[in-house]
């Protein structure tokens, strides 16, 4: 469930989804981008009476659909850093994590008054990520603000 890269914060992704483009992009592979399926992977497919190939271009397609979610929660946490770094006096991204089931990404910011997590809607993380609606930065910034502001983290001006 967590990655750990060389980005500045984790990035934790898990039960997302794969898109249209995730599994056409997995169909039109070459075979040999295609992952070697374990001894259990091929017991699965068996299992499943699918071609090895079928279950291993569904194994690239999640691949794709993850790295999509994880690049999502990278521009996310880069993102609210920027708007913590205008609020706060002190303020980090330590985590940005997807939790699927409640349509949210949780942002951990560790900041002077302690560790605090900034829970954002999938629709206003979306709208932010992929939409210039007016007002949706400033949506993000009010939930932050808020966010720090309760544990008095905002930089007095």
């Given amino acids: 469930m967590s990655s750990r890269n060389a980005e500045p914060f984790e990035i934790w992704v898990s039960n997302f989804a794969i898109s249209v483009e995730d599994y056409d992009r997995a169909q039109c592979a070459p075979k040999s981008h295609l992952p070697k399926l374990s001894a259990e992977e091929k017991a699965m497919a068996r299992r499943l009476r699918i071609p090895e190939e079928q279950y291993a271009r569904r194994l690239l397609a999640e691949d794709y659909g993850r790295d999509r979610q994880k690049d999502r929660g990278r521009r996310l946490g880069e993102g609210v850093q920027d708007i913590v770094t205008a609020?706060?006096?002190?303020?980090?991204?330590?985590?940005?994590?997807?939790?699927?089931q409640k349509a949210r990404w949780v942002v951990r910011v560790e900041s002077p008054g302690g560790p605090v997590d900034i829970a954002i809607p999938c629709e206003l993380a979306d709208d932010y990520l992929d939409y210039v609606f007016p007002g949706t930065s400033d949506q993000l910034k009010g939930r932050i603000s808020e966010a720090l502001g309760a544990v008095g983290a905002l930089a007095e001006r």
């Fill in 87 to 100: 609020l706060a006096k002190s303020g980090r991204v330590v985590r940005v994590a997807f939790e699927k």
